[in-house]
């Protein structure tokens, strides 16, 4: 089957970094994407990476490597409003053109002061 | 722009009651997609849409049903209601590889 296992919690503290991993099994793989969403609100999207390596927006990087269906969000500088839910997602190359992603579960980050 | 508009926010159903789901996006985006996401969980798709006049079923589509006569809106139809659809559904649109949500209908089914 396909799936994506990232971890259910994450805690940290204020101004530390903290790095939240993503393996996947799917059929075929075009890309490993991340989202962020806030309780009560919706997903927004964070970065996406279809090449190994690194990608850097900001406090937030993106890191992904095919060989071992693997991939990370690192966030550096927490702040509270980093408190969320991170989403990994892959969009599958054996879907078709419909874009449709394959998600994960979710890791709840609760920064603390 | 306004984005992703869902409406209504929050509705309360009784079972076997029907309702639609309205969605609209103002950019244009030829793809579309309705998920549900239950507590502490992640998103499911329930049906998604190519462009106006082609829809087809995603993970969950029992239950659902879906138009896309314009580009721009995507409704979602629920046939008798019942308690385990009871969910947050987003709407969502695409360009390249980034989805756009909007803020999501609550609905409860007792």
């Known amino acids: 089957g396909q799936s994506l296992e990232q971890p259910s919690e994450v805690t940290a503290v204020e101004g530390a970094i903290v790095q939240i991993n993503c393996t996947y099994q799917?059929?075929?793989?075009?890309?490993l994407s991340w989202y962020q969403q806030h309780d009560g609100g919706a997903p927004t999207f964070l970065s996406y990476?279809?090449l190994d390596g690194l990608e850097e927006t900001g406090r937030f990087s993106s890191f992904l490597s095919r060989s071992d269906s693997y991939g990370y969000l690192l966030l550096q500088e927490l702040q509270m409003k980093d408190s969320a839910s991170y989403f990994c997602?892959?969009?599958?190359?054996?879907?078709?053109?419909?874009?449709?992603?394959?998600w994960g579960l979710g890791t709840s980050l609760a920064v603390n002061p | 722009n306004a984005g992703v508009t869902q409406t209504p926010k929050f509705r309360i159903l009784k079972i076997g009651q029907s309702m639609t789901l309205q969605c609209t996006q103002d950019?244009?985006?030829?793809?579309m997609y309705w998920y549900r996401q239950d507590p502490g969980m992640g998103l499911k798709l329930i049906y998604y849409?190519?462009?106006?006049?082609?829809?087809d079923k995603g993970e969950v589509p029992n239950g659902y049903n879906v138009s896309r006569s314009t580009t721009e809106d995507f409704p979602l139809r629920l046939e008798l209601a019942a308690p385990s659809q009871t969910s947050v559904y987003f709407c969502?649109?695409?360009?390249?590889?980034?989805?756009?949500f909007g803020p999501g209908t609550r609905l409860l089914v007792l």
């Open positions: 950019m244009n985006h030829n793809y």
């Open positions: 997602a892959v969009r599958d190359s054996n879907a078709g053109n419909n874009r449709k992603l394959i």
């Open positions: 990476n279809a």
């Open positions: 969502a649109s695409s360009f390249q590889e980034t989805q756009y």
């Open positions: 849409s190519v462009g106006a006049g082609i829809t």
């Open positions: 799917t059929s075929g793989f075009y890309g």
